[in-house]
């Protein structure tokens, strides 16, 4: 069997290759809930049914307090909400220590920056996916929470998920999630 750690390198190297079924890119757009999917692959039948919870206007998981992102027309498509600029850079927000490849990687956050030093980061979706999950860095499709279903009042970490050949697959007592953008401005 195929380590699953694989899988997204793969699928996206064949998304890559697809032609123009710009379906999905074409609605990464715009202002968006967005949604947190417990699934391993992008083709999940239960894909919707998987939700998890949404992000708060902070960049954080949380059962229902589901802000409004907005993503720049312009690159380098930077996502934000009320409370700012998202991003992974932040140093003050949690690291996924559980994460052989990921120790070193803050949680989401978004927000006025603070005097660190941050590289633009980009946010994008795959062509021909059935939905328009948010990507970001080099091919970062999969997200990383720790393996708990939010309850009301929760503001959990969110991280990008990592791997590496000395660990394939997500981390123990960690669930790989999607974040679907779940567009507001076409209610
Ligand atoms: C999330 O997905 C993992 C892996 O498929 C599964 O073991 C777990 O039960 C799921 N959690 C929920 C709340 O559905
Ligand atoms: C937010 O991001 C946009 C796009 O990258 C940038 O033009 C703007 O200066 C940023 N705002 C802040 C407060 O950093």
Redesign the pocket.
Known sequence: MMPQGLLPTILSALLWTQAARADSVDEFVGSARIQVLNITSFWDDGALDSRIGCINAAGMLTLDDCAVFTR?D?S?N?L?TKA??CTFQNPNMPMNTDSIYGQNTPAWWCG??GDWPMY?EWYYTLNGQPYPFVCTGNIRCFFDVKAVVPVAGDALPIWTYFWGSQQMDIEAGHWRVTLLWERVDKE
């Open positions: 720049f312009a380098p930077t934000y700012g600029n006025e920056r633009e």
